[in-house]
């Protein structure tokens, strides 16, 4: 695949940037649930710590935890709560069958202050109108600062927890929109928390504008490590145009490629090693725009997929290799999926019930990326092994 031109992505991005402002806050907070029977619970905390933006955040622990599980942080994006995001993508569900920890940090809304005064400052300083992490300011953008430092922050309160005895090689890192960019962010800015991270209709780092990789490199600094990344992107996303996910993978290929031997030398190549079809046939959607709306409940985007009869969108997969050929990066194209969670609960919003299942493929990636793996080591060469 092709570097995305500079000028292009922030064409894209303006106008994505535009439909984000536009959108209305048609969505109300939910109120926290319980996922499962038992000792499972759901609960808000709070983070608050000198200097750095105070912010709630949803902990889900499951019935049953085995010691040194994982810990997944989950980014919700705009005009979505972290509830929202919990229901819509299944995060819990998952968590029940398989044993682990998921912590969703929410955004301060400022409209949500009784105080005139206080709602005013928020809107100047800190949080944002229609909840979206601000990624596309300098001062969210760095290591030991704003919103990352936050996320971070929580992440490692949740991680330090004796009741929960979690495996500090297994912590993930995966968000939507808003929060897709800002797990791009976070991978550049705590390489060393996060062992590998999912980005769903997002960009790289710094706000989508760097497809060399070379300010996530920078930004890494002495924490820099081979970073694995899963990212999703849907064709006729209305809002995250598809370039954007192309963006996110060059970056991310780029920064890879730099930290392997501190050069910028296509060591990683820009090519796929390996390019997969899944139920795939590009005619379905010849001339089909965004037109119809098959999703029920409280949607925003329209759902595609139900006008042909889908349980899973076509779906490609481009893998990704390092320098000794083992896999580093899978791009999922997910054609005809609109600006949606695909495979989620429709209860929650901006989400498709049509597949694939985009929360157990990045737990099934996370799981086979922990920090120190034997890619990470070069223990192997898996071009030769």
Same mark, same amino acid.
């Given at each position: 695949?092709?570097? =995305?031109?500079?000028?292009?992505?922030?064409?894209?991005?303006?106008?994505?940037?535009?439909?984000?402002?536009?959108?209305?806050?048609?969505?109300?907070?939910?109120?926290?649930?319980?996922?499962?029977?038992?000792?499972?619970?759901?609960?808000?905390?709070?983070?608050?710590?000198?200097?750095?933006?105070?912010?709630?955040?949803?902990?889900?622990?499951?019935?049953?935890?085995?010691? &040194?599980?994982?810990?997944?942080?989950?980014?919700?994006?705009?005009?979505?709560?972290?509830?929202?995001?919990?229901?819509?993508?299944?995060?819990?569900?998952?968590?029940?069958?398989?044993?682990?920890?998921?912590?969703?940090?929410?955004?301060?809304?400022?409209?949500?202050?009784?105080?005139?005064?206080?709602?005013?400052?928020?809107?100047?300083?800190?949080?944002?109108?229609?909840?979206?992490?601000?990624?596309?300011?300098?001062?969210?953008?760095?290591?030991?600062?704003?919103?990352?430092?936050?996320?971070?922050?929580?992440?490692?309160?949740?991680?330090?927890?004796?009741?929960? &005895?979690?495996?500090?090689?297994?912590?993930?890192?995966?968000?939507?929109?808003?929060?897709?960019?800002?797990?791009?962010?976070?991978?550049?800015?705590?390489?060393?928390?996060?062992?590998?991270?999912? =980005?769903?209709?997002?960009?790289?780092?710094?706000?989508?504008?760097?497809?060399?990789?070379?300010?996530?490199?920078?930004?890494?600094?002495?924490?820099?490590?081979?970073?694995?990344?899963?990212?999703?992107?849907?064709?006729?996303?209305?809002?995250?145009?598809?370039?954007?996910?192309?963006?996110?993978?060059?970056?991310?290929?780029?920064?890879?490629?730099?930290?392997?031997?501190?050069?910028?030398?296509?060591?990683?190549?820009?090519?796929?090693?390996?390019?997969?079809?899944?139920?795939?046939?590009?005619?379905?959607?010849?001339?089909?725009?965004?037109?119809?709306?098959?999703?029920?409940?409280?949607?925003?985007?329209?759902?595609?997929?139900?006008?042909?009869?889908?349980?899973?969108?076509?779906?490609?997969?481009?893998?990704?290799?390092?320098?000794?050929?083992?896999?580093?990066?899978?791009?999922?194209?997910?054609?005809?999926?609109?600006?949606?969670?695909?495979?989620?609960?429709?209860?929650?919003?901006?989400?498709?019930?049509?597949?694939?299942?985009?929360?157990?493929?990045?737990?099934?990636?996370?799981?086979?990326?922990?920090?120190?793996?034997?890619?990470?080591?070069?223990?192997?060469?898996?071009?030769?092994?």
């Amino acid at each position: 695949m092709n570097a =995305v031109h500079p000028l292009k992505v922030l064409r894209y991005l303006t106008v994505a940037l535009a439909a984000l402002l536009l959108a209305g806050c048609n969505d109300s907070s939910s109120s926290t649930s319980s996922s499962a029977a038992g000792s499972a619970s759901f609960r808000q905390l709070r983070f608050a710590e000198s200097g750095l933006p105070e912010r709630d955040y949803y902990l889900y622990v499951p019935s049953s935890l085995p010691a &040194n599980a994982p810990l997944v942080v989950y980014l919700h994006g705009c005009n979505q709560t972290a509830t929202q995001a919990a229901i819509g993508t299944r995060w819990n569900e998952l968590a029940e069958q398989q044993g682990f920890v998921v912590v969703y940090p929410e955004q301060k809304n400022p409209n949500n202050e009784e105080d005139p005064a206080e709602q005013t400052n928020g809107h100047l300083s800190d949080g944002n109108g229609i909840n979206c992490w601000n990624w596309f300011r300098p001062e969210h953008q760095s290591r030991d600062s704003g919103e990352p430092a936050t996320i971070a922050g929580i992440t490692r309160a949740v991680l330090n927890r004796s009741d929960l &005895n979690l495996d500090e090689d297994r912590v993930f890192l995966s968000g939507m929109s808003a929060g897709g960019i800002m797990a791009s962010t976070m991978g550049a800015t705590y390489p060393d928390l996060y062992a590998a991270i999912a =980005v769903v209709a997002g960009c790289g780092y710094p706000a989508c504008g760097d497809t060399t990789g070379t300010a996530a490199y920078q930004a890494m600094a002495t924490q820099a490590r081979r970073l694995p990344v899963i990212l999703f992107h849907g064709t006729a996303d209305e809002i995250a145009p598809i370039a954007m996910g192309e963006d996110a993978l060059q970056q991310w290929l780029g920064s890879n490629d730099w930290i392997d031997n501190d050069q910028l030398d296509n060591s990683v190549a820009r090519t796929p090693a390996e390019t997969v079809h899944i139920g795939f046939d590009e005619s379905l959607f010849a001339g089909v725009g965004n037109e119809g709306d098959t999703c029920v409940r409280n949607q925003n985007s329209p759902c595609l997929g139900g006008l042909f009869g889908f349980e899973s969108y076509p779906t490609t997969i481009e893998r990704y290799t390092d320098a000794r050929g083992c896999p580093l990066i899978d791009f999922w194209i997910i054609h005809g999926l609109t600006h949606n969670y695909p495979g989620g609960n429709p209860e929650g919003n901006f989400v498709d019930p049509i597949g694939p299942d985009i929360t157990r493929a990045s737990y099934n990636f996370f799981l086979a990326n922990p920090k120190g793996s034997v890619f990470e080591r070069g223990a192997i060469n898996c071009a030769t092994d």
